[in-house]
């Protein structure tokens, strides 16, 4: 859909964590008349800027909360945020002025990778705010910290399962389609589940067992506070498992736990990256895969 402005806007407002704090990281505190759906904590980085903006709800916002917040701009990370039961839909809120944004994360084209889509993000956020060499420096930025996980990719693809939740014994793994599928490409390595067309696929237990994984990333949702949700729970119920605990991943402890919502595409995600790529290194059993 595309964009048209007047002028700057002024008065933005975020559907969901991840676009709020992308315009952080943007720079862009100054330029928010309110935020919703924070699922966990704002990253460390952003939180004296977050308590600048007015939390319009802590959860999925409604029309009536967005039009009293007066936008001029609406920013969410997907198309189904923009909903007639949820705050209208995009054709509704252009017609009254509004103009809206949804990431290319979810709009994906070609074979750009979800990096490549949120560095695209970054580069139309910066145009439409006048920011466009903050937006170049965080590019930059992201681009390095991609840069040196590659430098550490495993030589010989050892299989990695990337665990997001477990919801009433039912672990969700990451398919081929998500970031972490992006992640497994530069690091070098094979994604347990790389062949299931799905983000976030339910499998079972005995599905990953028998897909024996060498090392399992956890993401952790501890705040999201929900039975199961930290990546202590998550490793413990993998430890009592009968056929879980047998693999060599779980006897040899071959775990690397990594925050839930940097498993998700964000301005946060290149963390999760750096991190595994570390620890993967790090790991003396796949100390002799890895190039350094």
């Given amino acids: 859909m595309p964009l048209t402005f007047a002028e700057r806007p002024q008065r933005v407002v975020t559907l969901d964590q991840t676009s ?11 330029r928010m008349a309110g935020t919703s759906n924070l699922k966990t904590r704002v990253a460390p980085q952003f939180a004296a800027d977050y308590r600048r903006v007015k939390v319009l709800s802590p959860g999925l916002l409604t029309s009536e909360q967005l039009r009293a917040a007066n936008p001029d701009f609406v920013v969410a990370s997907f198309a189904d945020q923009f909903t007639r039961d949820r705050v209208g839909t995009r054709e509704e809120l252009h017609e009254l002025g509004v103009p809206t ?3 290319a994360v979810d709009c994906p084209t070609g074979d750009d990778s979800p990096f490549d889509r949120l560095h695209q993000d970054y580069r ?11 937006a170049e420096r965080l590019i930059a930025e992201q681009q390095k910290a991609i840069g040196k996980a590659r430098s550490l990719r495993a030589r010989n693809r050892p299989t990695v399962l990337w665990l997001y939740s477990v919801f009433n014994d039912v672990p969700y793994v990451a398919g081929g389609i998500g970031i972490p599928a992006a992640m497994s ?3 070098g390595v094979r994604n347990a589940f790389d062949d299931v067309g799905q983000q976030w696929p339910e499998v079972s237990w005995e599905q990953i ?22 990546a202590e729970e998550k490793i413990a119920q993998i430890r009592q498992h009968p056929v879980m605990s047998r693999l060599d991943a779980v006897r040899h402890n071959r775990f690397v736990t990594v925050s839930g919502i940097e498993l998700d595409p964000s301005v946060r995600s290149h963390n999760a990256l750096t991190e595994v790529a570390q620890a993967l290194a790090d790991m003396p059993a796949l100390a002799g895969d890895t190039s350094r």
Avoid: M, N
Wanted: proline share 4%; hydrophobic share 45%.
């Fill in 124 to 134: 139309t956020l910066g145009r439409i705010f006048g920011v466009t060499e903050r």
């Fill in 185 to 187: 490409e530069i690091l």
């Fill in 209 to 230: 067992a028998a897909r024996e994984p060498d090392v399992i990333v956890v993401g952790d949702l501890s705040e999201r506070g929900a039975p199961g949700d930290s």
């Fill in 20 to 30: 709020t704090e992308t315009l952080l990281a943007l720079g862009l505190a100054d």
């Fill in 101 to 103: 944004f949804v990431s």
